[in-house]
Every structure is written in structure tokens, then in C-alpha cells.
């Protein structure tokens, strides 16, 4: 399965270039990952004014705090982590949530969706099928997948934003997978990769 990633580029030195004040960096990250930041907001709310309210708040506090700022060695997932905290800050704030439990339930907005290029010998009813699958899933589990699978994270970058050990979102990724894959067989399997996507 191929993830999606965004333009390379020398992330750490940008990092460090924005630190110092550097506005052509700042811009560079902003362009960059703007799309991904508004596609991974969207799963966690249906408010678009949240989410875009949420993106605004966290480039202006990173450019407000930017020389005490630390290094980061994944400027992807030091963003994604932030907006998610400023998502759930603005959404408790509105009465949205009464605890740190309910975070995970607005995971329940993240859909998978089907490749444009998936291959014409799937019949309907298979595709349907695998998104009925994928739909059944707990809110928790589809966040841990998309952000595994679709962001590519690793589990213990999961574990730290969802607040869980290392060990169990593997396990937790390892018995979902293993239990999705047994409804499915051969090449229906390789269609459910495809799945993974915003």
C-alpha cells in the first residue's frame, strides 16, 4: 500500500529556520501541510469552522512561541498531535465534551473511502462490503487506522496522542486488521488496502 505523504522536503532545517524567525519556512509548512491538517480535522469533527479556526490557532501559537519552541524530529505528526489538542480544547469549550474519555468518540466522523483506481473486477457488493466492515469499526480503532495507515504514523506517536501505551495500539491495530481480514479473502483483501485514504 502506497501512504500518502506530502512534497519532501528538509523538514528539520525548515524547523529550525522557522525557529529563528525565518517567514519564508513558516509559509513553506503552512502550504504544506494545510490539506492534511484540514482532511485530519474533518475526521475529527463535521465543523468546519472548528477546524479551520483550530489550523489558524495552531500555526499563529507556533509562530508566537516559535523561539521556544524544541526540535522536532516529525513536523507532521508534531502538527497533527497540536490540532488535535486545540480541536478537543475549542470543542470542550462548547460543552461538545465533559471528559477526557469522550475524546475518541469524535473519531466517529473518519469514513474510509475507495481509491479512485480501484480495480473494475470488484463488484459493487464487495466494495460495499468492505466499507461496511470498516464503518462497523469503533471510533477508537478508525483513528488508530487512519492514523497508521493514512498518515503513517508509528504506534508509539499514536499511543502518545491518544493517550494509550505503544503496545496496545499495535496489539489493538494487529487484532483489528487480523479480525477485518477474515471476512475478507485474496484479492478483496488487497481492494481493503485501498481504503485507506482521506
Known amino acids: 500500500m502506497t501512504l500518502i505523504h506530502s512534497e519532501k522536503h528538509d523538514w528539520k532545517t525548515i524547523w529550525e529556520e522557522f525557529r529563528k524567525g525565518d517567514k519564508g519556512a513558516f509559509q513553506k509548512m503552512y502550504n504544506a501541510f494545510l490539506d492534511k491538517l484540514f482532511a485530519y480535522g474533518s475526521k475529527l469533527t463535521s465543523n468546519t469552522s472548528v477546524v479551520e479556526d483550530s489550523i489558524q490557532e495552531l500555526f499563529l501559537e507556533m509562530y508566537t512561541h516559535r523561539k521556544n519552541l524544541s526540535e522536532t524530529d516529525n513536523l507532521e505528526y508534531y502538527l497533527l498531535k497540536g490540532l488535535r489538542r486545540i480541536i478537543f480544547h475549542r470543542l470542550r469549550k462548547e460543552n461538545r465534551f465533559h471528559s477526557l474519555e ?16 480501484t480495480p473494475v473486477d470488484f463488484k459493487e457488493e464487495k466494495i460495499e462490503r468492505v466499507k461496511r466492515l470498516l464503518s462497523a469499526l469503533s471510533p477508537k480503532n478508525r483513528e488508530i487506522l487512519y492514523l497508521k495507515f493514512y498518515q503513517g504514523l508509528s504506534y508509539h506517536q499514536i499511543g502518545e496522542m491518544l493517550k494509550i501505551k505503544p503496545d496496545s495500539v499495535k496489539k489493538q491495530v494487529y487484532r483489528v486488521m487480523s479480525g477485518l481480514k477474515d471476512h475478507v479473502k485474496n484479492k478483496l483483501w488487497e481492494f481493503f488496502l485501498l481504503c485507506f485514504r482521506a
Open 102 to 117: 469522550d475524546d475518541n468518540t469524535a473519531a466517529q466522523n473518519i469514513v474510509f473511502e475507495v481509491e479512485e483506481n
